[in-house]
């Protein structure tokens, strides 16, 4: 799973990548063992940084990487969804749902904040919050606390998808300073879960 994530992030196999796998897969066939075969994998990409703050201001379309972590964060958290059914994200009850379809749904809407704030930063990873198809939230131009309200959505619900307190006195002009403080716990997140899971790897059983 560490060594998946990192390709993604840095796009091993978006280019020239029948020959990226052939090097890959000879990784994995000579190693003596599992953990070594993902100490050499990691080490094709040669210079693993820390995910920065930056990578949730991206726009929400234009990052795999980005929007797949959002959602192991979301998911790894057992946030509940943001619909009257009371289930985790990605569930039907206490089974995972099949061919479940993640929303991806600004927290403060485009035309809440139209005008208002840079396209950049409202379209941005960190105003993003995951949520199931049946949420369904209309929300139009709505202030948040009108919807947070109207949909119960309450703030630890709020806290499983790293959104604080805070978000309670915030009007438009202010949003800058929430996006940027989002983007670093989304951050400090990833880099947190993507140690957590190097880690497991390397202490594979050989």
Known sequence: MAWMLQALRYGRYSAASTTFLGEDLR??????SARDAI?????????IQSVSADEFLRDYGDSRFGR??????VFNRGAIDWDASGDRIAFEGTELERGFAPQFHHVFPRNFLVNKAPLEQIEAL???AIIGPRANIRINDQDPLAYFSKYKICSEK???????DDVESMVPENF????G????SLADAT???LSKLTQTSAATPS
């Open 27 to 32: 990784d994995i066939e000579n190693a003596p």
């Open 39 to 47: 100490s050499s994998l990691l080490k094709r990409i040669r210079d």
């Open 68 to 73: 797949l972590m959002l959602f192991l964060l």
């Open 126 to 128: 960190a105003n993003i």
């Open 158 to 164: 709020r806290r499983q998808q790293f959104i604080e």
């Open 176 to 179: 800058p300073i929430w996006i």
């Open 181 to 184: 403080k989002r983007a670093q």
């Open 191 to 193: 880099n947190g879960y």
